[in-house]
């Protein structure tokens, strides 16, 4: 968490400085992410940062395999980890482990998309209330 915060700081700093409004995230599937812990811990740390301001938002990022002995890429279901087409457990995880920062909206950014800012995910109900 502090090392994604450094992450927002450094690059509010090199985006102009202003507050940030939002920080949208892609967490995987399978990261292990809690995001209830994760807006949790965001919110006591965000305290004396660029980020104070701030919120999160969150994408889910579905699991992914790809098949090293034929090459077809699937989503595997029940975490049953066999390819879909060839039955081989020979397996490369491409995506659905990740958590990272997507984006970063800044309060003085004038060419902010409102359109992004609105945007909500399909989960929605992430935000805390203060
Ligand atoms: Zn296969």
């Known amino acids: 968490?502090?090392?994604?915060?450094?992450?927002?700081?450094?690059?509010?700093?090199?985006?102009?400085?202003?507050?940030?409004?939002v920080i949208h995230l892609r967490i995987g599937e399978m990261?292990?992410?809690?995001?209830?812990?994760?807006?949790?811990?965001?919110?006591?740390?965000?305290?004396?940062t660029v980020a104070e301001g701030g919120r999160l938002e969150f994408e889910q990022v579905p699991l992914e395999a790809k098949?090293?002995?034929?090459?077809?890429?699937?989503?595997?279901?029940?975490?049953?980890?066999?390819?879909?087409?060839?039955?081989?457990?020979?397996l490369e995880i491409t995506s659905g482990r990740e958590m990272q920062v997507d984006y970063i909206l800044l309060d003085d950014d004038s060419k902010t998309d409102d359109s992004e800012v609105a945007r909500t995910d399909?989960?929605?109900?992430?935000?805390?209330d203060a």
């Open 67 to 90: 098949c090293r002995a034929c090459g077809a890429s699937f989503h595997p279901d029940e975490f049953v980890f066999l390819c879909t087409s060839c039955s081989s457990g020979d």
């Open 122 to 128: 399909e989960d929605g109900e992430v935000e805390a």
């Open 31 to 48: 990261s292990g992410v809690n995001i209830d812990a994760l807006t949790f811990a965001f919110d006591v740390l965000k305290k004396g």
């Open 1 to 21: 968490m502090e090392n994604m915060l450094e992450t927002v700081e450094h690059v509010a700093r090199e985006e102009g400085g202003g507050p940030v409004t």
